[in-house]
């Protein structure tokens, strides 16, 4: 019993430290993208598809539709964890169900981030390839989209492990929490 209590706080710890993490990083690549590859335009000029914005993010100048990709999926990715994180608090980890909701959020999460990292490291590839400026601030966008989706993965990994742990210790003999009440009885 205080094992699966350390290990449920140690999870929590860990979830919340992560959570932290794609939070900041998330508004990293905003600012990134904001300051050093969108030039001085701000974030709702570039989605809006002013002609005269410039984007470093690729290989085309005028390519604005991948600086307003990456406000897209950052913003995306912090409205949906705020969501997910009030709606599991406010209903008290949705009775029961909580770790199931965060598993199908992280998972998709992790789709969302390997999807958004391929186009950021494709069209970065190309324009490192061909000496665009500000390569240091486009790599670290493509990094940071790629930590984001290990942050995600790790989460999805916690989940599929705790519910296999789940499932071996009903179907391998483990008591269940009913089982050692009546053994204390």
């Given at each position: 019993m205080a094992?699966?209590?350390i290990a449920d706080v140690a999870k929590r710890i860990i979830v919340t430290i992560l959570s932290f993490l794609k939070l900041a990083f998330?508004?990293?690549i905003i600012v990134i993208v904001a300051k050093k590859l969108s030039g001085d335009l701000s974030p709702i000029e570039v989605i809006q598809h002013n002609?005269?914005?410039s984007c470093y993010l690729g290989a085309n100048v005028k390519g604005h539709n991948l600086c307003a990709y990456a406000y897209a999926v950052c913003g995306a990715s912090i409205v949906a964890?705020?969501?997910i994180s009030l709606f599991l608090c406010i209903?008290?980890?949705f009775c029961g169900l909580g770790s199931i909701i965060e598993l199908l959020f992280a998972g998709l999460g992790t789709a969302w981030w390997v999807a958004a990292s391929?186009?950021?490291t494709k069209y970065g590839k190309?324009?490192?390839n061909d000496n665009w400026p500000y390569k240091d601030a486009r790599n670290t966008v493509i990094v940071l989209s790629w930590l984001e989706a290990v942050f995600f993965g790790i989460i999805v990994l916690y989940g599929v492990l705790k519910a296999l742990c789940s499932i071996c210790s009903c179907c391998c003999g483990?008591?269940?929490e009913k089982d050692k009440g009546h053994a204390r009885a």
């Open positions: 094992c699966g209590c998330a508004i990293a002609d005269s914005t964890t705020f969501i209903t008290c980890e391929i186009v950021f190309t324009a490192n483990g008591a269940s």
